[in-house]
């Protein structure tokens, strides 16, 4: 994407002559100002929220700003390539967008929409494994586009296989495997509003497009079951579990299904006893190159490449498990430190900016995942809002680049930094 800063630039400005502003803000903070007064609470608590204070969710941005850029001067370079080669496939750049479950709480058909943003960007799209629409309709909207999946290691091995498969069927070009979430954390905003949005059937949708998972929530639902508790919140609770499940309304509500598809989700959807046991048999179950979300040790990189991971990404999930951990971005130095220039690591939890995709390269990304951005920019001009953030970021990159004096993702080296490690 040689140019595209420029080209941003040009285009908001002509726009500018004309009168208009854009409607996403080129800047995160007023983003995310407009954002939250866009959503709902319970939207807001979900994808906003960390885990406990918070402490995690700030650490990851003091992290960045304990690193300085040091432009040079005078490189004489004109274009920049922005592309890279990442597990055997060819990106435009070394943006992807991270998987973001129950984003419908967001948009009505929200992976649709953000599938059809990043095809349409160019960017490579991590289906979460707790989408809201299925992962054959999100590849169907992408045409040929790159995208991967994101597995949560559930405690029915033959659901795991499923998902696997069917991951392979749509042309993934990565199984991205999340670790860091075999039970939820402490999250004190959705808590204080009693708010899990799988309990109304939000964020399930790779589950009831499941054949194993529906033979599964079948079974339960022909066995006796306690009779509900009936409040005003339960019946909207059940409405909302029947808006939500596959199927026309009136007759899922007089079925017992959504409601049982609901209970089997959170019984099963993910494995608290995950080892590295479960983890050795990836290599021999699927073909697709793997990776391991959520390594924050420098041991647990080098274990997750000795059972076959192609790739890990470094991330603390964006401080919404573990409050008080440490930052993504001081847990990535720690880790190419002790790993050496070869393996492929990603970064997430943090990226805001073009500044800060720069600075996690030269510290020693491959690539980077952005989260909660995009999903501001979906909250506030639908799939035209996910492509302008996704768009602002390789911009801002770009630029970067251009005024640093670095032709391309290989140059952006430590050097160009100034700061300490925590």
């Keep these: 994407m040689s140019g595209a800063g420029l080209a941003r630039l040009s285009t908001i400005y002509h726009q500018g002559v ?61 274009d920049r390539d922005l592309s890279i080669d990442l597990l055997g496939t060819r990106h435009s750049t070394p943006l992807l967008l991270a998987p973001v479950g129950a984003g419908a709480l967001i948009a009505t058909d929200s992976d649709l929409t953000i599938a059809r943003a990043a095809a349409a960007t160019g960017t490579a799209y991590i289906f979460s494994n707790q989408g809201c629409n299925p992962m054959e309709d999100c590849a ?28 392979e069927a749509i042309g993934a070009g990565a199984l991205v495997v999340t670790l860091d979430t075999t039970v939820l954390g402490w999250r004190p905003q959705d808590l204080n509003l009693g708010s899990l949005p799988f ?47 596959p199927g026309r309304f009136w007759a899922n509500l007089r079925s017992p299904l959504p409601r049982a598809s609901v209970e089997t989700f959170l019984d099963i959807y993910s494995n608290p006893g995950l080892s590295w046991d479960h983890l050795a048999t990836l290599r021999s179950r699927t073909r697709l190159p793997i990776v391991f979300k959520g390594i924050l040790h420098p041991d647990d990189a080098r274990r997750a490449f000795d059972v076959g991971a192609d790739a890990i990404v470094v991330s603390n999930h964006g401080g919404r498990q573990v409050d008080n951990s440490i930052a993504s971005l001081d847990a990535l130095v720690t880790i190419r430190s002790a790993l050496g220039p070869e ?74 930094l100034t700061g300490i490690a925590a």
């Design 343 to 416: 393996p492929t690591v990603l970064l997430d939890s943090g990226i805001r900016t073009g500044a800060d995709v720069f600075t996690a390269l030269a510290l020693g990304a491959n690539a980077v995942l952005l989260g909660r951005p995009y999903m501001y920019g979906l909250a506030l001009a639908g799939q035209s809002g996910v492509e302008d953030v996704i768009r602002n970021v390789i911009a801002e990159l770009d630029l970067t680049m251009a005024l640093t004096g670095t032709p391309d993702i290989a140059a952006i080296t430590p050097n160009l």
């Design 199 to 245: 309990s109304r059937g939000e964020g399930i949708a790779q589950y009831t497009s499941d054949p194993r998972f529906t033979q599964i929530a079948t079974e339960r639902a022909g066995l006796p079951s306690p009779k509900p508790e009936v409040t005003l919140g339960a019946i909207r609770t059940l409405l909302a579990m029947t808006r939500n499940h």
């Design 140 to 167: 169907a909207a992408m045409g040929d586009a790159t995208r991967w999946f994101q597995l949560y290691w559930s405690k029915d091995e033959q659901l795991v296989d499923s998902l696997i498969a069917r991951a």
């Design 18 to 78: 004309l009168g208009r502003r854009p409607r996403v803000p080129a800047d995160f903070a007023e983003l995310e100002r407009r954002a939250r007064r866009a959503t709902s609470a319970r939207a807001w608590t979900y994808v906003a929220g960390g885990a406990g204070e918070g402490r995690t969710t700030r650490r990851n941005r003091e992290a960045f700003d304990r690193w300085s850029i040091v432009p040079r001067m005078a490189s004489g370079a004109v």
